[in-house]
């Protein structure tokens, strides 16, 4: 999956407690996205970075924050997980001056 | 508010035959339309995109129609085969540091039967 690692694969945690989900990339590349993915919604923008320690909100940031620290991970917190934020998240890079996104195989989170 | 209206859900057609799924937008300032195609427990990977300058684009099996005055845009997938069994999503952005921030359609699970 285009150099993108997502961990864990899998997560089962209950409401209230915090999650970090994390997306790592071995391309160096300068944009990287979180998107949940939904039945009946498609994928939805979390937070997207345009380098290390530039982020911004995409569609659906209310719960959620992100941290990146270094070129090749990038950080997904749930501070206090509910049960509307369980879903399917993609991670997913893009090269400057390029517009094709390359997506990570997912996280799935329950959140019971 | 859905900013990509996606059509149909889901979609059953026999080998060989024709599969269309359709797209309409709201937001005149997307410049990429991209689809999707997406397999059980994988990501998402890019399938064929086109921009507003060109109403076609080909690429194999898989075209893209764009009607820039209807705000509409299809794919369409000649000669599907069962390895086509997928679920796929359109999608838009607008252009330069946007590129990434795709609005997706709800997505249109295909079934393609031997």
């Known amino acids: 999956d285009a150099g993108i690692t997502q961990s864990p694969r899998h997560k089962v945690t209950e409401t209230g407690t915090p999650v970090t989900l994390r997306c790592h990339q071995t391309?160096?590349?300068?944009?990287m996205y979180w998107y949940r993915q939904d039945p009946g919604h498609g994928l939805r923008l979390i937070h997207y970075?345009?380098?290390?320690?530039?982020?911004d909100k995409g569609e659906v940031s209310d719960g959620y924050s992100v941290s990146r620290s270094k070129t090749e991970d990038f950080l997904l917190t749930l501070e206090s997980a509910t049960s509307s934020q369980t879903s399917v998240y993609f991670c997913?890079?893009?090269?400057?001056?390029?517009?094709?996104?390359?997506f990570g195989s997912g996280t799935q989170l329950s959140v019971l | 508010q859905q900013q990509v209206k996606q059509s149909p859900q889901s979609l059953i057609v026999q080998k060989g035959g024709i599969s269309i799924i359709n797209c309409a937008y709201e937001n005149t300032a997307f410049d990429y339309f991209p689809w999707y195609q997406q397999f059980p427990g994988k990501g998402p990977a890019l399938l064929i995109a086109i921009r507003p300058d060109v109403s076609e684009k080909k690429e194999g099996r898989f075209t893209i129609s764009f009607n820039k005055s209807a705000k509409q845009f299809s794919l369409h997938i000649m000669d599907s085969q069962p390895g086509d069994s997928a679920t796929y999503f359109c999608?838009?952005?607008?252009?330069?540091?946007?590129?990434?921030?795709?609005?997706f359609g709800q997505g249109t699970i295909l079934t393609v039967h031997p």
């Open positions: 391309e160096n590349h300068r944009y």
């Open positions: 999608a838009a952005s607008a252009g330069g540091t946007s590129y990434g921030k795709l609005t």
């Open positions: 997913a890079i893009r090269e400057q001056g390029f517009e094709k996104l390359f």
């Open positions: 970075s345009y380098g290390v320690k530039d982020t």
